[in-house]
């Protein structure tokens, strides 16, 4: 009977210290698969099915190693459909590795040092009168404003994106989830 005690006990401190985990992880489900707190960006995206195309593209600009690195990063990062809006073949030709430079710089027009949560967007929003100036990692610069509750961006070129999932927190940053993807001055 004292084994079975020991037993039991056991297994309650292992299912409390892993209710326990789960909690602090508060995990956003994107693309069909949850996205880890505790993970970097580089390890959730990966398992997102909605960002297959982002990470292929990552993986070909050499991008990796950084989005793994310390940080921290806001990523806005284009799902699968915001690459389909983009002029036929154009995803083709920047994979190519004779276009890895401008690949990277499309990348990285999508990457904000910091990490800016929806809620310091806003903020940023409202003492701009209405208009966030967010400069990249690429050195362009993105303008969020809201309309209603909804979060946008408009690049350099006046393409505009739409947040459709914010704050999902990584160990080395945020990711926001786009709908469109944005483009710098080229």
């Given at each position: 009977m004292?084994?079975?005690?020991?037993?039991?006990?056991?297994a309650f401190v292992f299912l409390s210290a892993n209710l326990a985990y789960g909690q602090m992880e508060k995990t956003v489900e994107v693309g069909g698969a949850p996205m880890y707190p505790s993970k970097n960006i580089v390890e959730n995206a990966v398992n997102s099915s909605d960002h297959t195309t982002?990470?292929?593209?990552?993986?070909?600009?050499?991008?990796?190693?950084t989005l793994q690195g310390k940080g921290p990063f806001t990523v806005f990062a284009p799902d699968n459909a915001a690459f389909t809006k983009l002029p036929a073949g154009t995803v083709e030709t920047l994979l190519k590795p004779e276009n890895k430079g401008q690949l990277t710089s499309v990348l990285t027009y999508h990457?904000?040092?910091g990490?800016?949560?929806?809620?310091?967007?806003?903020a940023a929003i409202k003492k701009g009168d209405g208009k966030a100036t967010l400069t990249t990692v690429q050195g362009g610069t993105l303008t969020a404003w809201m309309k209603g509750k909804d979060l946008y961006l408009t690049d350099e070129n006046g393409g505009q994106s739409k947040v459709t999932i914010a704050d999902v927190w990584?160990?080395?940053?945020?990711?926001?989830?786009v709908d469109t993807v944005v483009l710098p001055k080229m």
């Open positions: 004292n084994n079975l005690l020991k037993a039991a006990f056991a982002l990470v292929a593209a990552v993986k070909a600009a050499g991008l990796v190693e990457v904000v040092s990490k800016m949560g929806s809620k310091e967007i806003a990584q160990s080395n940053g945020v990711i926001h989830s």
